[in-house]
């Protein structure tokens, strides 16, 4: 008959025990830090989602003018007299950023599109999110945008009334911005 030494069997059981509580331990690790890093992304849609005026800026720092949502633009320039100025912008633009920090975040040319304007942002997230929202499509097609930043000043009737194509800098936006403002009135 056969004897086992029953130190070395207690001590070669444990070892696999150890090694089988290590795997168990090391997936069950994985699968929550996988499960953290779903909540984090899933947070982080829901809560641009529920700001959207957040989102609108997102891809610069906030800016001095007093921007109207999209879906209220026609209605606020009908309203008040005033043409609206639409800003087609795109998170990946360098551009748009330009215009952002050297254009809208000056306090004068900031005054002369809440004074003179319907300021509305019109944020293309076609790269992002494989397409636009219909709105946002639609202004597009209309005012033929193929470049970012495009400015466009449309009047009451949404007939277009000056055009700016990307960022020539800040003496360029200033007299865009005034050449508007007195083809508008």
């Not at 989102?55 to 003018?65: D, F, K, R, Y």
Request: negative net charge.
């Amino acid at each position: 008959m056969e004897t086992i030494d029953a130190p070395a069997a207690t001590a070669s059981a444990t070892r696999l025990s150890a090694r089988g509580s290590q795997s168990k331990l090391s997936a069950t690790l994985f699968f929550v830090l996988l499960a953290a890093g779903l909540l984090r992304i899933v947070t982080a849609v829901m809560d641009r989602d529920a700001h959207p005026k957040a989102a609108a800026h997102e891809h610069g720092p906030p800016t001095l003018v007093h921007w109207i949502p999209l879906e209220k633009a026609a209605a606020a320039s009908a309203a008040s007299g005033k043409p609206s100025l639409y800003d087609f912008t795109a998170e990946w633009c360098a551009p748009c950023h330009r215009l952002d920090e050297e254009g809208w975040s000056e306090q004068p040319l900031a005054d002369i599109a809440n004074r003179a304007f319907v300021p509305a942002r019109v944020l293309d997230r076609s790269t992002e999110e494989g397409k636009n929202p219909p709105l946002v499509d639609a202004l597009q097609q209309k005012y033929r945008v193929e470049a970012f930043p495009t400015l466009i000043v449309a009047g009451g009737d949404g007939k277009e009334i000056a055009r700016m194509e990307g960022w020539g800098g800040r003496a360029a936006f200033e007299k865009f911005l005034k050449d508007a403002e007195n083809k508008a009135r």
